[in-house]
């Protein structure tokens, strides 16, 4: 909001003068607000970095402070929990700046950085007066580059009817998870 500060000065002799509506002081006590929007990209599976997917809007009402800066930061575990893995800008201070809306992508070499499982994106965007969003877990990045293993295990026997095999193998998965497979 806005606060209007009115003056009354006196002098040695008692004079006084009034000077109403002086100047006035701006109060924001509201932050950001940090919205995820639809990113069919990041929501799956990433065998490579999605460049500029990223799609998240940082907005700050108008009549108050308006933004300043914004960066994300990536754990390994949900609710900022683990060691933080990466950390960079989203963009910093450009006057008048009430909204961010631009796709962004991963700073270079922070794909390398991400565990090969599951990683959560938290943005913390400040305005002009110093207020804070931290937007918990905003999205994840689920990355996958690793292939499964080969089939070690192949075996064949004759099947139940004339001219068919059996084929059995153990099915290795991914990141040394193994699954057992009969056809």
């Given at each position: 909001?806005?606060?209007?500060?009115s003056?009354?000065?006196?002098?040695g002799a008692?004079?006084s003068?009034?000077?109403?509506?002086s100047f006035y002081?701006?109060?924001?006590?509201?932050?950001?607000?940090?919205?995820k929007n639809s990113m069919?990209?990041?929501?799956?599976w990433?065998t490579?970095?999605?460049?500029?997917?990223?799609?998240?809007?940082?907005n700050?009402?108008?009549?108050?402070?308006k933004?300043?800066?914004?960066?994300y930061?990536i754990y390994?575990?949900?609710?900022?929990?683990g060691?933080?893995?990466a950390?960079s800008?989203?963009?910093?201070?450009?006057?008048?700046?009430t909204?961010?809306?631009?796709n962004?992508?991963?700073?270079?070499?922070?794909?390398?950085?991400?565990?090969?499982?599951?990683?959560y994106v938290?943005?913390k965007?400040?305005?002009?007066a110093?207020n804070i969003?931290i937007?918990?877990?905003t999205?994840?990045?689920?990355?996958?580059?690793?292939?499964?293993?080969?089939?070690t295990s192949?075996?064949v026997?004759a099947g139940?009817?004339?001219?068919?095999?059996?084929?059995?193998w153990?099915?290795p998965?991914?990141n040394?998870?193994?699954?057992?497979n009969?056809?």
């Amino acid at each position: 909001g806005q606060s209007y500060i009115s003056l009354k000065v006196f002098d040695g002799a008692g004079n006084s003068f009034t000077a109403n509506d002086s100047f006035y002081v701006y109060k924001d006590t509201q932050p950001p607000t940090v919205t995820k929007n639809s990113m069919p990209t990041i929501d799956d599976w990433l065998t490579s970095d999605p460049g500029s997917a990223i799609d998240v809007d940082i907005n700050d009402q108008s009549t108050l402070s308006k933004l300043t800066s914004a960066y994300y930061l990536i754990y390994p575990d949900p609710d900022l929990s683990g060691a933080l893995i990466a950390e960079s800008t989203i963009y910093l201070f450009t006057p008048d700046r009430t909204s961010f809306s631009s796709n962004f992508a991963l700073k270079s070499g922070h794909w390398d950085l991400l565990n090969n499982t599951t990683n959560y994106v938290s943005i913390k965007a400040y305005d002009v007066a110093g207020n804070i969003e931290i937007s918990s877990d905003t999205f994840r990045i689920f990355k996958d580059t690793v292939p499964p293993g080969a089939i070690t295990s192949l075996s064949v026997t004759a099947g139940p009817y004339r001219g068919s095999v059996d084929l059995s193998w153990i099915a290795p998965g991914d990141n040394d998870f193994i699954y057992h497979n009969v056809n």
